[in-house]
């Protein structure tokens, strides 16, 4: 590893690549170098070994910032990978055979929800309306002014509502809160809290529009067309090293490092100043999932025969049951009915299907560093909403969360947020800096999820590390065009 280069990029999740695809935009020589034998990071399909030739989604399955992340706006994302939209962006079962529709049609969703229609549209009609403003308020830097102030006081009214215990006063059954606190749970935190609120309120907005993508062939079309991208302008991938010391990689002028706080302890080793080394020691991690993947002989059967079209199907019941549960989980406790989210790509994309055998892609969320196998409570909990699930089950693959490290190292004790989803920790991520990409070692950055604006396939860490690494290595302010025609 000898030969110097410009740029080195460390982890090729979304964010590596996405902060690799910028340097090489701009003319310079960009290595990255992945750990694992195959690339992606957390938008990666594989082979499980469930039925032969059927892959699954490792982390991520179902993209709401494909369309909307800024970078991948930039990056044109919608003309390179064929995103498909299910017309129920996500479903809520509950008991009785009763559901949540969170259709990409708004006033559609709100005439399914009866006596709290109204309440939802007051609610998100002012979202979904700025939905640009919105994600860009959700996705900046956190040190910079927001782009759209007026829409960033309207995020801010509703996630202190839905995040405060105000956040049952507008409704009047219990359809419409279950449906926001399902999308508060990916946050994997106590409920209500701000920072899953904000959660809540940018999702559910994205899922009336666009709505939420599912990407022909799996998520590695996405990191697919980053890969393309990268290497049509120079750029080089290597697998399968894993870097332990800084030492081990080629001289440059800037190194992005796609890894986590501890990941970066590790490999600076004693080169980092002593204040800022035990800031990163102190940064907190989540709470945890167990990924369990379903190879199915038909389509789930569940009782709401609508939940059937969702891209997304949230499993937890109603608020008070994922409240319950997720209080389980950040008090150390296995919940009896854990949160889970599933989702079924094949109601889409039919190349899923071999040989008449479906993927179901699932997570349950646990406490971290989990080592339980919690197959059969997942399965038991779908059929809770599906009777006869159980009847389909051809193969389980279950990985617990502590072997997610195994898989990405990113994920800390199953922590597939790379790091707790707090509003303090959403703003000093990894540390109370002015500059969070920036690390005291000259030209070393960190852009992983773990620096703002956190979580999700959106490239956006990896983007605005990119654009400082730019600036002070290489005297260039302004990002390259990242465009298909550029």
């Known amino acids: 590893m000898n030969d110097r280069c410009d740029v080195v990029v460390v982890g090729s999740g979304p964010n590596g690549l996405a902060a690799a695809v910028v340097m090489a935009r701009a003319g310079l020589e960009v290595r990255v170098f992945e750990a694992q034998d195959s690339i992606g990071g957390g938008a990666r399909t594989l082979g499980l070994g469930t039925a032969p030739g059927l892959v699954h989604d490792l982390c991520s399955a179902v993209h709401p910032m494909a369309a909307m992340s800024p970078f991948f706006r930039a990056f044109g994302l919608s003309s390179r990978v064929e995103l498909r939209y299910p017309e129920v962006s996500y479903a809520h079962p509950l008991d009785g055979g009763r559901a949540g529709l969170a259709y990409r049609d708004l006033e559609r969703t709100a005439a399914g929800l009866g006596r709290d229609g109204p309440a939802w549209l007051r609610l998100m009609r002012p979202l979904v309306e700025h939905a640009e403003g919105i994600v860009a308020t959700a996705m900046f830097d956190r040190r910079s002014v927001p782009t759209a102030p007026v829409t960033a006081l309207r995020f801010a009214r509703a996630m202190l509502e839905q995040g405060s215990p105000l956040w049952n006063l507008r409704w009047r059954t219990d359809i419409a809160p ?100 035990s800031a990163l020691s102190r940064f907190p991690y989540g709470n945890a999932v167990t990924k369990v993947d379903f190879a199915l002989s038909g389509p789930v059967p569940w009782e709401h025969a609508e939940v059937g079209r969702a891209g997304t199907v949230h499993v937890g019941g109603s608020r008070a049951q994922m409240v319950e549960a997720e209080d389980a989980v950040a008090a150390g406790r296995h919940a009896e009915r854990p949160m889970i989210l599933a989702s079924d790509p094949a109601i889409l994309d039919l190349s899923r299907v071999v040989a008449g055998i479906r993927p179901l892609w699932t997570y349950a969320h646990v406490p971290a560093g989990s080592t339980v196998d919690i197959g059969a409570t997942v399965q038991a909990q779908i059929e809770r909403f599906a009777p006869g699930f159980g009847d389909l089950v051809v193969a389980r693959h279950v990985i617990p969360a502590a072997q997610l490290p195994g898989h990405n190292a990113n994920y800390v004790d199953g922590d597939i947020a790379a790091g707790a989803v707090t509003l303090w920790r959403m703003l000093a991520r990894p540390a109370a800096r002015w500059d969070p990409y920036a690390t005291p070692l000259p030209g070393v950055y960190l852009c992983s999820a773990s620096t703002p604006p956190g979580p999700g396939v959106h490239g956006m860490a990896g983007l605005h590390a990119a654009r400082r690494a730019l600036r002070d290595r290489f005297g260039l302010r302004q990002v390259p065009r990242l465009g298909l025609d550029s």
């Open 178 to 277: 279950a449906m926001l606190t399902g999308v508060a749970a990916h946050a994997i935190s106590p409920l209500p809290r701000l920072a899953p609120a904000g959660t809540a309120t940018l999702l559910t907005a994205l899922a009336h529009s666009p709505g939420w993508p599912l990407p022909v062939g799996g998520s590695q079309a996405i990191t697919d067309a980053l890969v393309s991208d990268l290497t049509g302008h120079g750029g080089t991938v290597t697998t399968g090293v894993e870097v332990s010391d800084l030492a081990q990689l080629p001289p440059a002028r800037a190194y992005l490092l796609d890894v986590t706080p501890r990941a970066l302890l590790r490999i600076a080793g004693n080169r980092l100043p002593t204040r800022y080394a």
